[in-house]
């Protein structure tokens, strides 16, 4: 049987196939830049990584991560690095994250939504961020909401401005802006 763990904050959690999408649903929408996800097939690398983290506590992985393949028409909204839009989206929030965001593939019929109240901040609030993370649904044939439902509890917006240094491993398309 394939297990997937999944890392929420310094919490491991092991599931089964049927049980990743409800764990990626229930926490994508109160928690998504805690959620990292990892294939693993045999106990006994589950039982190391687990032993690993135990013994040096909470950690954080310096990453900018996307599963998504956008379709091919949508090319055009790859940055000069080649990324897709939500690989720059990922690198975008991850600016305020300590350099960790993975931004994971939308099933059919849903959309990105707008950070929590607790978890705002300038990266999410930017309209940059909310563009490429618009395009990384547009790309995926999904729907996307509008500013006023993405920046609904923002307490300061950044338009046509992200706020924080451009992150060196993207760049972000003109489009963005």
């Known amino acids: 049987m394939r297990m997937r763990t999944a890392i929420l904050g310094s919490q491991l959690y092991v599931l089964q196939n049927a049980q990743t999408e409800v764990f990626l649903q229930l926490f994508r929408e109160t928690i998504p830049t805690s959620i990292m996800i990892s294939n693993k097939s045999r106990w006994s690398s589950l039982a190391i990584l687990a032993t690993g983290l ?3 506590g909470p950690t ?3 990453a900018q991560t996307s599963d998504v393949v956008c379709l091919s028409s949508f090319d055009w909204m790859d940055n000069s690095k080649g990324q897709n839009p939500c690989l720059i989206a990922a690198y975008l929030q991850g600016a305020c994250n300590g350099g960790q965001f993975s931004v994971d593939s939308l099933p059919v019929s849903t959309h990105y939504i707008g950070p929590t109240a607790d978890e705002q901040n ?3 609030c930017s309209t940059v961020t909310y563009t490429t993370i618009s395009a990384c649904g547009v790309c995926q044939n999904r729907t996307i909401i509008g500013w006023s439902s993405w920046d609904f509890n ?3 917006i950044y338009p046509s401005v992200f706020p ?3 992150p060196s491993g993207t760049a972000v398309p ?3 802006y």
Request: net charge neutral; hydrophobic share 50%; charged share 10%.
């Open 154 to 156: 923002c307490s300061t």
């Open 60 to 62: 954080r992985v310096a």
């Open 122 to 124: 300038p990266c999410q």
């Open 174 to 176: 003109a489009w963005a």
């Open 164 to 166: 924080m240094d451009i």
């Open 54 to 56: 135990l013994s040096i």
